[in-house]
């Protein structure tokens, strides 16, 4: 997403109190065992690992569980204070960076895993493009990109929020809308985006080694860097 929107989202959602944003809740916990279950096998101790989109951390300190280094970065400060809490009471070695996903401030090829976990809902088709080539610019040689997602179809029939008519078919943008609990409102964009659709976009630049179906509503995408 545009970082001056996701800032404003994410800081103000932070706000209240939720149980999927603490690693340890139950309800978080069960968000991440896709981690553990298929994460796994694309990932070797001492490695290192970079959570894009980290929000509060509950993937980058699941995945630290398998034995990998871990980086999450976020454009949002308040979502990255929050993590680095989370990591003190924890003990964890998790280092949380805030900054724009599409312009990370690391060296070329370091990182062995990137993560994308459940973020393509908010980004535009242009963003992506972005995304690729800094995912391309800091991953080693043959190393794995994970993408998690919803298909966009199944998002349409499931999510009454979602408002078909507002679909731009140039864009695939949808108005997305968050209700805090203090009934303010805010509107953020979302894009319409089926497996096939983001299969082809991130072939462009990796090559897709396998697809994960996570659960019956999501979805991971394995690419190598080619
Ligand atoms: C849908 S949340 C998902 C958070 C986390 N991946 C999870 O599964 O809990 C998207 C996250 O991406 C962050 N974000 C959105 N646009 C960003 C950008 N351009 N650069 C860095 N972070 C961004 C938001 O602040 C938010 O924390």
New binding site residues.
């Given amino acids: 997403?545009?970082?001056k929107?996701?800032?404003k989202?994410?800081?103000a959602m932070l706000k209240f109190d939720h149980p999927?944003?603490d690693f340890r809740s139950k309800e978080?916990k069960e968000?991440?065992v896709w981690v553990c279950d298929f994460l796994k096998p694309y990932v070797k101790k001492d490695q290192l690992l970079v959570?894009?989109?980290?929000?509060?951390?509950?993937?980058s300190f699941a995945a630290e569980e398998l034995g990998i280094n871990v980086v999450g970065?976020?454009?949002?400060k308040e979502?990255i204070e929050f993590a680095n809490r989370i990591k003190k009471e924890i003990n964890s070695k998790c280092h949380f960076v805030?900054?724009?996903?599409?312009?990370m401030p690391f060296k070329k090829e370091i990182f062995d895993v990137a993560?994308?976990?459940?973020?393509i809902?908010?980004?535009s088709y242009k963003?992506i493009e972005k995304l690729n080539l800094e995912v391309r610019r800091v991953l080693k040689k043959e190393g794995i990109f994970v993408v998690?997602m919803e298909d966009g179809i199944k998002r349409i029939i499931l999510d009454k929020s979602v408002n078909v008519y507002n679909y731009n078919r140039k864009t695939g943008k949808f108005e997305g809308k968050i209700i805090l609990p203090n009934k303010k409102q805010y509107s953020y964009p979302t894009y319409f985006w089926t497996i096939p659709f983001a299969k082809q976009i991130f072939s462009r630049d990796f090559k897709l080694t396998k697809e994960i179906k996570i659960d019956k509503d999501f979805s991971a995408l394995v690419f190598c860097k080619k």
């Fill in positions: 997403m545009e970082q929107i996701a800032k989202v994410t800081g999927l944003f978080a968000k991440v959570d894009i989109g980290c929000g509060t951390g509950k993937q970065v976020d454009c949002s979502a805030v900054c724009d996903y599409v312009k993560i994308f976990p459940k973020n809902v908010e980004c963003e998690t």
